[in-house]
């Protein structure tokens, strides 16, 4: 067997760089509209990262709704505008921005923390405190915000502290002092319009989330489903967010995809619905193969819960920036029925045919990001190995994950080798995701199907035209196996677990 040493980590954002170049070169991600220099914080997906996306969707797809108590809805991106009224995205969906009067860059102040060095920060801290000593109330705001984690941002999210403290803050862009607008609330949701005329009546918003195309559908869903509680309600779907900073690849993006699952409980039972879906969202992922140490929860601390949240936590994942939410769980209670029972003047009350009683069920949601998935998946696959001198780059993904399943390859181009490969093809083909490749030396074909996560490939080799056997030969460990021609599309059911 080859040895395998591993490289140790490079330098982090190398190691981003490097698989942004990749998934570019082998066809998994491209920049939207590259051609016009791109769109800021648009991705189209290749040819191999559009098979990754469809598996991701796919086992979540089978892990959330193959089950009796879990319903599946694709509900419209466009709603009625007073889904979003309902819901508080049109009061409370914003981000508090601040522009460079000097540059014109436009930052996310909660963001600021991130792009300023720990030095500037705390001479920025030291020149407010000077600033303000004179003024008691805001004295006592200024050592509470010392008492957290995070004392510049705790600052900055205060109203009163954070006007000062930006005009102390260098703009991260031009690197000019005290140029910065005072902040102001921006709305995420994409506007657009319904019909011919472009007023006001005929606003409409791209959803910046699927959520709510579930809860407005609640009733339909149950009583066509003949659902009982607790029942759920799964989408997978697209959702927009025009967010002041993108960044990290497809970390924050405008458009991204989402896989959520509304849970309807019994309030009482709200708890143990919570704490079930919370260990089986880490599952999840750990099932798939992520790496469980660079998975964790963070639970949200009660005074920084979402208005309509009892109980909050982010599955994290660390991304080679740092942990970062890839899925969030929470306890929304019975905030967004009653809200939108409130809104459209219907009734979304449950009848409980046991107890005879008429209620608003509490909601469990687990919120995933396809597109933040894929990444995490992408990340976590990526390994470059020293295999007999030579570096190889391979991803390793879940077989069930991996774009291509299997790669063909005859030994060479002549003596029947091609024909028997074709036929094996074409037999594979039905069932898997294969490729057929008889370019240039069989290591180098070996090391682009690692380098694209393909678990197995087959060899037709000179001993194929005598005993009709092939070598298979696994991804990860690079060990060949020789099977007969006729077990091999057994041998890969077997193998990837369909
Ligand atoms: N319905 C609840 C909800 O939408 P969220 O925490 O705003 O909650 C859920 O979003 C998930 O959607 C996140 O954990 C993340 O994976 C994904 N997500 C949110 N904003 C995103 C963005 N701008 N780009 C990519 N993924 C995003």
Redesign the pocket.
Known sequence: MERIIEKKQNNRSEILDKIVSLAKRRGFVFQSSEIYGGLNGCWDYGPLGVELLRNINEEWWKTMTYRDDVEGLDASILMHPKVWEASGHVENFTDPMVDCKQCKARFRVDLLSEMINEKKKAKALEDLRNEIINDSKLVDKYSNAFQTEDPFSAVLEDQDLSTKLLQQINCPQCGNKNTFTSARQFNLMFKTFIGPVEDSGAVVYLRP?T?QGIFVNFLNVQSSSRQKLPFGIAQVGKAF?N?INTKNF?????E?E?M?MQFFVKPADDKKWYDYWKAERLQWFKDLGMTENKLRYHDHPKEKLAHYAKEAT?IEYEFPFGWG????IHNRTNFDLSRHEEYSGKSLKYFDEESKEKFIPYII?T???A??SFMAFLVDAYYEEEVKGEMRTVLKFHSRLAPIKAAILPLVNKDGMPEISQRIEKDLRKDFKVFYDDKGAVGRRYRRQDEVGTPFCITVDTQTLDDQTVTVRERDSMEQVRIRIDNVSSYLNDKLKF
């Open positions: 989330e959520a967010r967010e497809l970390f924050r993006t405008r991204f989402q959520e982010d939410e890839v899925e969030g949601e919120s995933a990001g597109s933040r």
